[in-house]
DNA sequence: CCCATTGTAACTATCATAGTTACAACTGTG
DNA sequence: CACAGTTGTAACTATGATAGTTACAATGGG
């Protein structure tokens, strides 16, 4: 299962997204309040979308703000910003290679694999920040 | 990331599929040799494929078969087979319900990730085991 | 100079996973 | 029938990822 920082991550985007005006409200301690967690937790995922790209902020001085408009940042955008870059599958590793299937099997689920996964990050992609505040407050 | 049984779990059926004739001679020592594990790790996994319909075997009695055609076992069939029955992205919870984005974001994110788990889903109910055995010999 | 805040390092508790040992139950064979 | 070999499972362990927590340096505004 995927963790649970994309979810948190998406939560945290929609806050800063639906607080547009007064920015400087959204400390990491209120943030935390509404995702119900540490703000450290929040500051360090923030900390990944931040290198990401996908917000602004500055130490010392309190809230967070978009780097770019909803509509331009995709599910899948979010996704790499927290997921170290890794297969969705893991696969068994050291298959005897004096087998006919196990020698050939860790190249022939990388392929499988690989296009079951790019299946999910197509959906990902085509889903945006605004999809998500138009659910939100509809 | 999505555990190696299911890796694991292709690897068994590819082989019970490419032994056909001598099925007896595919203990759980054997095929714990090709993947390169405990046998124990392949019987427990046997077990699921076992319960669900997949394959066939019987205590005291060495090998296993497959219960159905490769073309008609889906990579979508092995998955659930093994797979705990669970959502693909885990959704924190306890977001505060005093919180516009709080209340409702637990119910906004079932809907986008319940999309695209379909999607990954119907990914893998196009591949078969026959696909992979037509992968592995070729 | 303070105070609040971000950014991060470091530690901890919890849990899933895979590996392992042990053994009951079963089957065919001598 | 006894035995050897096998499946099926329970129970335990080691490892690693995850989220939560404490602590504190660095920063900026008042």
Known sequence: MVNSRFSVAIHILSLIASTKNNSHALTSDFIASSVNTNPVVIRRISSQLKKAGLIVSHA????????????????????????????LFAIHDN????????????????????????????????ETLQDILDHLFS
């Open 60 to 87: 010392g001085l309190s809230g967070y703000e978009l780097a770019l408009s909803p509509k331009d940042i995709t599910l899948l955008d979010i996704y790499r910003a927290v997921q170290a870059p890794e297969d």
């Open 95 to 126: 298959p005897n290679p004096n087998c006919a299937v196990g020698k050939q099997i860790q190249s022939t689920l990388d392929d499988v694999f690989s296009s079951v996964q790019q299946a999910m990050e197509s959906k990902l992609q085509e």
